[in-house]
């Protein structure tokens, strides 16, 4: 099926979409040149040189595919032969029901297969500018930290403000120095998921009094100003910094990443915490642990200070604080066509965080689909992007026209996770005998859906190879 004879298709950016971009090209037969601009140029959260490096999170989130969305995602990849997927299933480390993966092991994993693939090349260079005008076919996944010179063009050329907003990134603490005496380890419910024991977070309780003392501390804490320009960045909802949080209301943090249900404390079983803080597996090793949604942008000192007063991390010695980092996306909607081609430039494929989807697996996923476009269009087949009924065709579907907002309204535009807001509606089936009502019906509807979405997905692959 490969064919040498095509000109190849260069992809910028070798993270989580551009190695999914470049794989899916190359297994349709198709050359790429993978151009990656580490080690030459950094980004300010990249630490190493590796393909597809995990920046913050170590996790793909929940891998259950029949109630949850990314977990259905994840499904849907593997199905489509993702590289992503399969070097994060090689790799996973227990998370409970979540899919969590040794950083390292993974992108050694992701850039050993691509530099293995014989028709694919890597190039360690910055692509600073437009793609030259004879590559007329370019995958860009250069994500949220695309460097300066590539932005400001990619802004001029869409005529586009590019719209910033922030993320703040969770600490990481080394395991041996954490309290065991006061912490233990335990999974929410005891849940073993796919790779998991029941026992796979360390767990950090607070009293209400503690609970109060952090959330003072909190509001109080250094934070990282941010410059005038910076002023009316917003915020993506699903990563908020822990002290924006607690600005939102005392109790906010109880009911979000310091919930302390499904727990209990063996050290003191019959006194119930008031919060409790956990943190999950890092690295293969087992020596690295990430405070579970404690992105934050205090400032460090203030953070290591108020991070040592939960119970059980008094002595923490932090592998990395957290901190802030600004995203750069298109205004996809308006600015993308069905096959993720800039509508002013065709020969300009988007893929990744930068066409305004959020998260790792995310990314992978609008890499994958991107590549399969790409490699299709080289090949002179139709292009047929996947039913909406399905995670990718949902999440594409947002992306490329699914989002509304109103002509001359200011851009409202947010990155989005996949979630079954995103999906066509379904009938829950009926149980006969049994009238189905709140969260046994939301789970029943979501059942369905993932259930059309699996069969949908194989016919699409199987539309494709038909046409091979
Ligand atoms: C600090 C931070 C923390 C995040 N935390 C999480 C998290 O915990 N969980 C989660 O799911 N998502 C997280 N995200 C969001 C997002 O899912 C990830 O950034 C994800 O890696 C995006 O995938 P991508 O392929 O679009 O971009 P990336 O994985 O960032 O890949 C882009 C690649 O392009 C390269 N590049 C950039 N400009 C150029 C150029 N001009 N020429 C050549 N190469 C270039 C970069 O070096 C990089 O390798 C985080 C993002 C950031 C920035």
Request: proline share 6%.
């Given at each position: ?425 379904i009938d829950v089936p009926k149980v006969p005998g049994k009238r189905l009502r709140g969260k046994e019906k939301t789970v029943a509807r979501k059942r369905a859906m993932s259930a059309r979405a699996l069969a949908d997905i194989d016919a699409w692959i199987g539309l494709r190879e038909a046409?091979?």
């Amino acid at each position: 099926m490969s064919d040498t004879s095509l000109s190849p298709i260069h992809v910028v950016g070798a993270g989580l979409a551009g190695s999914e971009a470049a794989w899916q090209i190359a297994e349709a037969g198709v050359p790429v040149v993978l151009h990656e601009m580490r080690p030459v140029r950094m980004t300010e959260a990249h630490l190493g040189q590796g393909c597809a490096e995990l920046v913050c999170s170590n996790s793909f989130r929940s891998d259950d595919a029949e109630t949850n969305a990314v977990g259905l995602l994840h499904a849907e990849m593997r199905r489509c032969g993702s590289i992503i997927m399969r070097c994060g299933d090689a790799h996973q480390v227990p998370a409970g029901g979540a899919l969590a993966v040794d950083r390292v092991g993974f992108s050694d994993a992701v850039t050993a297969a691509l530099e293995a693939h014989p028709l694919i090349e890597i190039r360690r260079e910055e692509i600073a500018g437009l793609p030259p005008q004879d590559w007329d076919s370019v995958v860009v996944a250069t994500g949220p930290l695309t460097s300066p010179a590539l932005s400001e063009a990619i802004g001029t050329a869409t005529d586009e403000d590019s719209l910033a907003f922030f993320d703040a990134i969770a600490p990481i603490v080394h395991k041996d120095s954490i309290d065991f005496s006061k912490a233990w380890y335990q999974s929410r419910y005891d849940k073993a998921g796919p790779g998991g024991t029941g026992a796979d977070y360390i767990n950090c309780p607070l009293d209400k009094d503690q609970y109060e003392a952090f959330v003072d501390a909190l509001l109080s804490g250094e934070k990282t100003e941010f410059r005038d320009w910076e002023k009316d960045t917003p915020y993506f909802d699903g990563c908020l910094p822990i002290e924006v949080m607690a600005e939102r209301g005392r109790e906010t943090l109880r009911h979000g990443p310091m919930k302390p249900v499904g727990l209990t404390n063996p050290h003191d079983p019959d006194v119930k915490s008031y919060a409790i803080v956990q943190l999950r597996q890092d690295n293969a090793l087992g020596t690295l642990y990430n405070m579970v949604g404690f992105q934050t942008k205090l400032k460090y000192g203030a953070q290591a200070a108020i991070f040592r007063t939960i119970p059980g991390l008094k002595n923490a010695e932090f592998a990395r604080l957290g901190g802030l980092h600004r995203n750069t996306f298109l205004n996809s909607p308006k600015l993308l066509d069905g096959t993720l081609r800039l509508r002013a430039m065709p020969r300009l494929r988007f893929a990744g965080q930068i066409t305004g989807v959020e998260g790792y697996v995310e990314s992978a996923a609008i890499g994958l689909l991107a590549g399969r476009f790409a490699a299709a269009e080289r090949r002179g087949l139709t292009i047929v992007p996947p039913p909406q009924t399905t995670a990718l065709g949902a999440l594409i579907a947002h992306i490329t026209g699914g989002h509304l907002s109103e002509d001359g309204a200011q851009r409202s535009f947010q990155p989005m996770n996949v979630n079954f807001g995103l999906f066509p509606p379904i009938d829950v089936p009926k149980v006969p005998g049994k009238r189905l009502r709140g969260k046994e019906k939301t789970v029943a509807r979501k059942r369905a859906m993932s259930a059309r979405a699996l069969a949908d997905i194989d016919a699409w692959i199987g539309l494709r190879e038909a046409a091979e």
